[in-house]
Structure formats: C-alpha cells, structure tokens
C-alpha cells in the first residue's frame, strides 16, 4: 500500500528566482521518469520568454513540460486555474506511472497544489490571510470594491478596526487591498475574516491536509552570491534582448486586444513582470510606452534612464528574491514540516546552489539520490544533515506554521526616512511583518547600516527604537517594505 501511496507522489522545488530550479527539474525528471509542469505565475503566458526567464526548448533535453507558454497574453490566468490545471496534468501524469515535478518561485502556486485549505465553496480562500492579486472575485466581491471607491484608505482602515480589530492589527492602512480584502469577507460571508482564520487552522491541525506524498526541495543561494548572480543575470537578459520585449510589450498595450487592464496597473497578468515597470519612464520618455507623446528623447538622456531602469530592475530582482525566501522560511517549509506525524507526509530539504562549480555533487547528486529514495520507499536521510547550509537553515525554521493570528506588524524607526532623509525627497516606512521577519530585519546588513549611520551622522536619533504599530497615522505618501505582498510580483 505505501508503494501504491509513493508511485502517486509528488516532487516540488522551490527556491528564489536565478538559483537553478527548471536545471535540477529535469536533472531529476531523467533520472525518475519525470514530467515537469511549471509553477511560475509568468511562465505561463505565451511568448517574452526573456522577460519572463523560460526555459528554452533545448534546455528542457527532451523532459516533457506542462503548463508552459500556454495562456495568451490577453488574458488573466488565477491561482484557481492553476490549481485545477496543475492537478489535472498530475493526475495524467500519474496514469502514465511517471513522477509529475512541480518547479517554480511562485511559491502560493505551489502551496494551492500541495494543500487542500479553502472552508467555504468560493473562488477565494477566506481562511488565510494570503490573497494573491491574480485571485477570481466574485460579482459580490466586485460590487463591495466598486462601492468603496471613494473611501479614502484610511476611512476603510478605521472601518475595519472596528468590524474586525485582529485582522486591522495585520494591515498598514495604505495597504489598500488588503485592507479591502478582510472588509469583502466580512461583509460577503457574515463572519469576521479573523474567525475564519481561526477555523481554517483549527481544521489543518486536525485533518490530512496534504494531498500528495511530497518531496520538497528547496534550491538555496547564500545571499550575497545570490545578489550578485542576480545583478549578472539582469545584465544577460539585456544582452539577450531584454529591451525589444519590454518595448514590444508597452506596443501591445496599445491594442485593446492585446493585453487587457489599464497600461498603468502594474499588478495584473505580464505587466506585473519585474522590468515592465522598472523601465516605463525610459518607455514613456523615448515615446514608446502607449500614452507618451511627442518624439520622446533621445541620446544622453534617454541613456540616464535607461541605465537606472537596469539598475531598479536588478533592485526589484534582489527584494523579489527576499520575499520568496521570507515565503519559503515562514510558511512553506513549516506548513510541510507540520505533517511530520499525519499519513500523507511532505519531506522538505535544502540544496545548497551557492557554489556553482559544485553543482554535481551539492545539488544534482543529492538531489537525484534523495529522489530516488523517495520513490523506491526507501529510508531518506536527516535532512539537517545534507549540508551546514540545510543545518543552520533549518534550526532558524519553526517545526509548525506560526498561527497567522499571533503575529503582529512592527515598525523600524531606524531605517524608516522622512521625506528629507530620503534621496528622492519621498518618504517612506519600513514595516514588519511578525515577529520573525522582525528579528531577521533587525540582524540585517541595511538596519546595522542604517544604526551606525544614524549613531554617527545624527546622534540625536541614534537611539530610535523600532516600535509596534499599536497606533497608526497615515502620511502623504509611504511605501511598505514589508514582505506582506503588496506589491504582488510573480512568486
């Protein structure tokens, strides 16, 4: 019986983007009978294939791979889709006794797949707090966010705290959807969006939540290589071409059946591509982007802006990778290790990509001798024990999800800046999401930066201590640097 439970299992990798994770895919598809069926939420679309880093047709060896390229570029494709179509291809997969392999960095594309959590029969989960942009709203969700237009952010903040204080507890005001997002489930379902978390983990503490025998490898990159593979890797994709698909892109949105969705939401389908937004000032200035207008500008000043949008575009890349990491650490990895003692069971390990020019024996051999154990029913190692990497890594890592009601937001007085701090004259607040991700902000190289210079250059604030958000005020204008989302890149 565990034979028949282990042929129909499932092997998944995850990791930040520029690690290595569709090379180790079909390393291990060669070595198992494996198809590879993608779970990033770009790779989907059709076409720009450099903007949206695709495997190429003769990197894949010949490995089957699903859902790839597959969605035109006009359309919106959801968490919900991918989900049934993820499913669907596994289970074909699984008829022709071959072992389906999930590969991505979207990493709630990967989390939909593995675990059943939804309570109610909606096109949204309600019970968590993670509400992917890309989610299917019903005609009641829509009429909710329709009439609250004109609500200021801080209006629907104020109404929230007192509909529902836990989930106010868990929101910046200006995160606008968010915020939106806890009033909707209130108002839609007539129970507070803090009581349907509350049944929803309840739920997963009892039942078999996991719906496949799983094999998780998580592809890890110290962070400063990774930084720097990641700067190199922009550098490439520019040289690749990377501008005639930016530039074709902004041409599409030009016709309205190309891309749908206003040209200046960044949120939605391809648009939401790290480098699509970075370079649309040198798209607009240069009369290519859609609503520029006269002959646009030409040699320096064109170059200006062009070498600062490579420059934001590896910035975003680098904070992207951050957030997938955070995702990994505090919610996929403890979600797999917490099914350490149910029936179906999802066995996390970490490869250490750091040093590529050990990546036969530091990922391709242990990963193709763990999966091989994994699908033979044979005994797998300690996973702690596969490098010092995995073993540090995984002693930082809580064994259980930390209940997504316990945590509460924390602001960094030190590396938050006044509009006359800041270099753009923008201010701007750093904001925490729990106490994990707090302790990690505080041991990083940017807040130790950011308390040296203020200790030395302003004596006066060198003491300002990170606080609480017990009580908020909203400024002007303010960006949230947290890892809540909100800026909703591709996972």
Not at 168 to 189: D, F, G, I
Request: hydrophobic share 35%; net charge positive.
């Amino acid at each position: 019986m565990e034979m028949a439970l282990v042929r129909k299992g499932l092997i998944a990798i995850t990791g930040t983007t520029g690690v290595g994770k569709s090379q180790l895919a079909i390393e291990l598809a060669r070595a198992v009978n494996g198809e590879v069926i993608n779970a990033d939420a770009l790779q989907v679309y059709k076409g720009y294939d450099i903007i949206t880093n695709k495997v190429t047709k003769d990197e894949t060896l010949r490995v089957p791979h699903h859902l790839l390229g597959f969605v035109e570029p006009s359309k919106e494709y959801s968490v919900q889709r991918f989900e049934q179509d993820a499913l669907q291809k596994i289970g074909e997969i699984h008829q022709r006794n071959r072992v389906p392999i999930l590969v991505g960095g979207t990493n709630y594309y990967i989390q939909s797949v593995l675990f059943r959590k939804s309570l109610i029969n909606s096109s949204r989960t309600v019970g968590s707090l993670d509400d992917p942009a890309d989610a299917e709203k019903t005609p009641a969700e829509r009429a909710f966010e329709a009439s609250k237009t004109d609500v200021s952010n801080q209006e629907l903040w104020e109404e929230l705290r007192r509909v529902d204080p836990p989930m106010a507890e868990k929101w910046h005001p200006n995160n606008r959807r968010k915020v939106l997002r806890s009033l909707e489930v209130s108002c839609t379902t007539g129970k507070k969006h803090s009581e349907w978390i509350q049944e929803s983990e309840a739920a997963r503490g009892k039942e078999e939540t996991l719906r496949f025998p799983t094999l998780l490898f998580w592809l890890y990159a110290d962070t400063n290589v990774l930084n720097k593979r990641l700067d190199e890797r922009v550098d490439k994709m520019v040289d690749r071409g990377l501008f005639d698909e930016v530039s074709q892109l902004a041409k599409d949105l030009n016709n309205a059946n190309a891309l749908s969705g206003p040209s200046g939401n960044f949120s939605l389908g391809l648009k939401q591509a790290i480098g699509f937004r970075e370079f649309d000032p040198y798209l607009k200035a240069t009369a290519i982007a859609p609503d520029a207008g006269g002959s646009g500008c030409v040699g320096s000043k064109a170059e200006v802006l062009k070498q600062n949008g490579i420059a934001d575009m590896k910035t975003s890349t680098r904070r992207y990778a951050k957030r997938q990491i955070s995702w990994i650490r505090n919610k996929l990895i403890p979600e797999c290790r917490a099914t350490a003692e149910k029936s179906t069971r999802a066995h996390a390990y970490i490869l250490d990509a750091s040093d590529l020019g050990s990546w036969d024996t530091c990922v391709q051999e242990k990963g193709v001798d763990i999966a091989k154990r994994f699908m033979s029913n044979e005994s797998l190692p300690d996973a702690a024990n596969v490098s010092p990497a995995a073993e540090a890594l995984f002693a930082e890592i809580k064994g259980n999800p930390e209940s997504l009601l316990s945590w509460k937001r924390h602001y960094c007085n030190v590396c938050s800046k006044t509009a006359d701090e800041a270099k753009d004259g923008v201010a701007y607040d750093v904001w925490l999401n729990g106490d994990d991700e707090y302790n990690q902000h505080l041991r990083s190289r940017q807040h130790k930066k950011n308390l040296r210079y203020r200790k030395r250059i302003l004596p006066s604030l060198g003491d300002r201590s990170s606080q609480d958000s017990d009580t908020l005020a909203v400024p002007a204008k303010r960006i949230n640097l947290g890892s809540d989302k909100s800026d909703n890149a591709k996972q």
